[in-house]
């Protein structure tokens, strides 16, 4: 439920924001939304309340698009010190135990048939500037992503579609908060049959890896995913998109699937716990926290995109 914010209690945060542009703009039973930049938010009082309480900071920063959209986007080196300038800012507000989970998409040299290493230089400057260590790295592959980009891959067909992006797990310590048994996976059927048999055939491998007999005989509830996460993006009408068209808002063009911050959230926190997006677009990092019982704290300076939020949480019609 999007809770109404009384106008005293609105006009009284604004006032403790030393006169920046930041502010409340709605408020659920567990999260906070912020209608503010990025930059503005961290550097604000505001920001300072959370200092050091964030168990994970989950977020898809715009990336270095070769076209403008309208959620902004820089690019070349403007972009690479735009981002490592924010991984200080991150740090002061994770837990010593906390992470920091970005998803980064491939970028492309202008008008020509090669990829830009510009994510890449952006990640390894973000790392040394929050003196960060790199945990691990996922692949996030969308098997219904439309060809891209369309020049090389439709046009001239001289390439395959990009069809995944990265997503780097990072934190300010090598063993951060994490639990891979809260993410299990259903077992195959194989592994059932292997499980009720009883059997398997143990041994040396060509490997020279030696598999004990009860190896893969005990049944952990489930299987350990791997680090590459397939989720399709392809509703076109759930809450969401139906708030939107209702209110005429403009829908976010880069939404995340919510099986993304549902996976780390679970992964990676507790019920309870604190998770933050700093460029939070349309929520979906709010709206899985507020589903998995954990709170939440967003920032997005498009009052469009604030207001088409709300779709994603119950909200009393007018």
């Not at 990092?285 to 954990?294: F, I, M, Q, V, W």
Request: charged share 25%; proline share 7%.
């Amino acid at each position: 439920m999007v809770i109404a914010l009384p106008t005293h209690v609105v006009a009284q945060e604004l006032t403790q924001l030393s006169g920046r542009r930041v502010r409340v703009a709605y408020r659920t039973q567990r999260g906070v939304m912020i209608g503010a930049r990025a930059e503005e938010f961290l550097e604000s009082s505001l920001a300072e309340s959370y200092r050091g309480k964030v168990h994970l900071i989950l977020t898809s920063p715009p990336f270095p698009l070769n076209r403008k959209k309208r959620y902004g986007n820089l690019q070349g080196e403007a972009y690479v010190k735009w981002l490592a300038d924010f991984a200080p800012l991150f740090g002061k507000l994770l837990k010593p135990d906390g992470s920091i989970v970005m998803e980064l998409g491939n970028a492309w040299e202008p008008g020509h048939p090669v990829m830009s290493t510009l994510a890449l230089r952006a990640l390894l400057a973000f790392l040394e500037r929050g003196k960060l260590h790199l945990c691990q790295q996922f692949i996030c592959y969308n098997p219904a992503r439309l060809p891209s980009p369309a020049q090389w891959v439709n046009v001239e067909r001289i390439r395959v579609k990009d069809a995944y992006t990265h997503v780097w797990w990072m934190a300010p310590t090598e063993k951060p908060k994490a639990d891979n048994r809260r993410v299990l996976k259903e077992y195959s059927e194989s592994m059932l049959k292997l499980l009720s048999s009883r059997k398997y055939n143990a041994g040396r491998r060509p490997s020279q890896h030696k598999i004990g007999e009860k190896s893969f005989l005990t049944d952990n509830k489930g299987a350990i995913p791997s680090n590459v996460i397939r989720l399709s993006n392809t509703q076109t009408n759930d809450p969401y998109q139906k708030y939107c068209r209702e209110h005429q808002l403009p829908m976010h063009p880069a939404r995340m699937p919510i099986g993304l911050p549902e996976f780390f959230i679970k992964f990676l926190t507790a019920p309870k716990n604190l998770v933050c997006d700093p460029f939070a677009g349309s929520n979906t990092t709010g709206a899985a926290a507020e589903k998995l019982k954990r709170r939440w704290l967003a920032v997005e300076p498009c009052e469009d995109y604030v207001n088409g939020s709300k779709g994603r949480f119950e909200v009393s019609r007018e």
